[in-house]
């Protein structure tokens, strides 16, 4: 008769044996459970929401926002395209809305030179839409905790509106039009605030040529 293996022996042999089974249900069978699921039910968002232009091609993501801008043949500088909406600031990266340096400035109301950049900024937005400085809403001039917010407010994309629609040569109730079909009201009725994803209604902007 073989001889019974030593009790810390067979722990570890149950041990084992559990953590084996745990591995293949929830590191394996689980995820991909999880996964089948989501590309059946929820194909778009579980793909990451990505937006295609009129020619089919993946031209980015709802959930993640990106400059409309032209960019310096050094590609240090940029400036904004007066044929699109503009996003709000971001401070991802050297050019904003970078994923891979996702931030904010993390600068507080006693930073010396925070006044002075809002200033300068609110200014230069005005100037470039055509509006007073009073119209300048908040989130024109401030950057998401994330910096890759890619939704404006219903009121920066108001003051947007005649620029855009004179540089594409469409009257200004089209663009209007396009801006309303583009807005999202609150969630679930009273979650958040209205919102317009610049993303989504450019490319909208960009098939009117």
């Known amino acids: ?13 149950t041990g084992l044996r ?27 968002q579980a793909n990451g929401s990505m937006v ?16 409309f801008t032209v960019v310096s043949k050094d590609g240090k500088s940029q400036t904004p395209d007066p044929k699109f ?10 050019l904003g809305y970078d994923p891979t340096a996702s931030g904010a400035t993390n600068k507080g109301t006693n ?11 609110k200014a230069a937005i005005a100037s470039f839409n055509g509006v007073s400085q009073s119209a300048v809403p908040a989130d024109a001039l401030t950057s998401s905790g ?25 009257s200004v109730g089209t663009v209007q039009a396009l801006v309303a079909k583009y807005t999202q009201g609150r969630d679930l009725g009273f979650l958040g605030e209205p919102r317009v994803n610049v993303l989504e209604l450019n ?7």
């Open 1 to 13: 008769m073989a001889k019974p293996l030593p009790t810390s022996v067979r722990n570890h042999l």
């Open 18 to 44: 559990i953590l084996l089974l745990f591995t293949v249900l929830c590191g394996l069978a689980y995820p991909l459970a999880i996964t089948g699921i989501s590309q059946v039910a929820f194909s778009d």
């Open 52 to 67: 295609k232009n009129a020619q089919g091609q993946v031209v980015g993501s709802s959930l993640i926002g990106q400059n």
């Open 85 to 94: 909406f503009q996003s709000r600031p971001s401070a991802a990266g050297a």
């Open 111 to 121: 930073d010396a030179g925070l006044a002075s950049t809002y200033t300068q900024l």
């Open 146 to 170: 994330s910096g890759l917010d890619p939704d404006i407010s219903p009121a920066y994309a108001a003051i947007q509106v005649d620029r855009v629609a004179k540089a594409r040569g469409l």
């Open 203 to 209: 490319i909208a902007l960009a098939k009117l040529g």
